[in-house]
C-alpha cells in the first residue's frame, strides 16, 4: 500500500475546510491562501486552489470583489458570505465530532486491564 496515497487522501479530506477557515477571518487573495496553507505545512498548488475557490463562489459560500493594483492586472479578494459562514459552522462542528472519535480510536483504551485480545482487530 502506498502511503503517500493515504496521506494525500488524508489532506485532500481536509482542504476545503482549512481554505474555509483562513477566509472566514478575512479577506483573502489567493496567492496569501497558497503561503497560509504553505506555512502550516499543508502544500497547494495554484492549479488545486483556483478550481476550489470557483466551485465554492458557485455554490454562494464566497464571494471576491477586484482591486487595483500598481503592479499588475487588477487583483480577486475573496472574502465569505452568509451562507459561508453557516455552512463553514456545519463544517466546524462536523471537524471536531470526527476530530473526538478519530482521538478516542487511536488512544490506548484505560479499560484494558489485561493483555488478552488486544491485538486482535
Known sequence: MDIQN??????????????????RQGEVYPSDLVERMKSANLHILEGTL???????????????????????PPRKYFVMTDKGLEFYGELERTWQELAD?????????????????????
Open 50 to 72: 483556483y478550481p476550489l475557490l470557483t466551485r465554492l463562489k458557485n455554490a454562494g459560500l464566497l464571494t471576491y470583489r477586484w482591486v487595483e493594483s500598481n503592479s499588475g
Open 101 to 121: 472519535a478519530v482521538h478516542a480510536l487511536t488512544q490506548p483504551r484505560e479499560d484494558a486491564s489485561s493483555g488478552e485480545n488486544q491485538s486482535q482487530p
Open 6 to 23: 493515504t496521506q494525500s487522501q488524508m489532506r485532500k479530506g481536509v482542504l476545503e475546510f482549512c481554505i474555509l477557515s483562513i477566509i
